[in-house]
């Protein structure tokens, strides 16, 4: 819905395929992340979270993966169900802080 | 447990009104965060609250503001409103103010200045 950005990436896949979206951040204090997934007309939901001490983290169907060296961030959603389209987000936060910045966003469509 | 709620859901101001927006945290909950969300922007981090006391600010000018109640709820405040301040204001609550605790969204408040 109008919650999000008009001109956002989009990545469409096929119902039951695997997904991966991916996150640039530029501040190398970030400490912390955090993908949320937004659908029309509701607030940001949390996915799934990392901390800078691990590089990868697994939950149902999805799995984060940070690369630092590089400040990537990656979602991957396994078996994608329609159910699964909308808008996603990364966002960090430094350590200490209770600040987030958020990225601008991919949309997730899943065709049938 | 409930989550965060946020009213009003739906706003309608004119040019030079002001405009107080409340959210209610999660039970516990110690930490309330104000966000503004728009097409051109995306989410921009307005200021955060901890203890009835703001810890963190954004870049935005001194119209916004906000406070926050013993009970942990907080409100914000935009004053003498512009077109530019239409967008979805979002609340976000954490257990704590540390910078590795999850934040948790309310459904956000549609403010539509004309």
């Known amino acids: 819905g109008e919650s999000v950005g008009l001109h956002l990436p989009t990545l469409s896949v096929q119902e039951g395929d695997n997904s991966i979206i991916n996150c640039a951040y530029s501040n190398s204090a970030s400490d912390y992340f955090i993908w949320y997934k937004q659908e029309s007309g509701k607030g940001p939901q949390f996915i799934i979270d990392i901390r800078s001490n691990m590089d990868k983290r697994q939950g149902q169907r999805v799995t984060v993966l940070l690369n630092k060296t590089v400040k990537h961030l990656s979602l991957q959603i396994a078996a994608t169900q329609p159910g699964d389209s909308a808008v996603y987000f990364c966002?960090?936060?430094?350590?200490?802080?209770?600040?987030?910045?958020f990225g601008s966003g991919t949309k997730l469509n899943v065709k049938p | 447990k409930a989550g965060v709620t946020q009213t009003p859901r739906y706003l309608i101001k004119t040019r030079g009104q002001q405009v107080t927006l409340s959210c209610s945290p999660i039970s516990g909950h110690r930490s309330v965060s104000w966000y503004q969300q728009t097409p051109g922007q995306g989410l921009q981090f307005l200021f955060e609250y901890f203890s009835e006391t703001q810890r963190n600010k954004g870049n935005f000018p001194g119209r916004f503001s906000g406070r926050q109640f013993s009970n942990s709820r907080s409100e914000m405040n935009v004053s003498t409103l512009e077109l530019g301040d239409s967008a979805l204001y979002l609340c976000?609550?954490?257990?704590?103010?540390?910078?590795?605790?999850?934040?948790?969204f309310g459904p956000g408040t549609r403010l539509t200045v004309l």
């Open positions: 966002a960090e936060t430094p350590r200490g802080f209770n600040k987030f910045y």
């Open positions: 976000a609550s954490s257990l704590v103010a540390t910078g590795d605790d999850t934040q948790y």
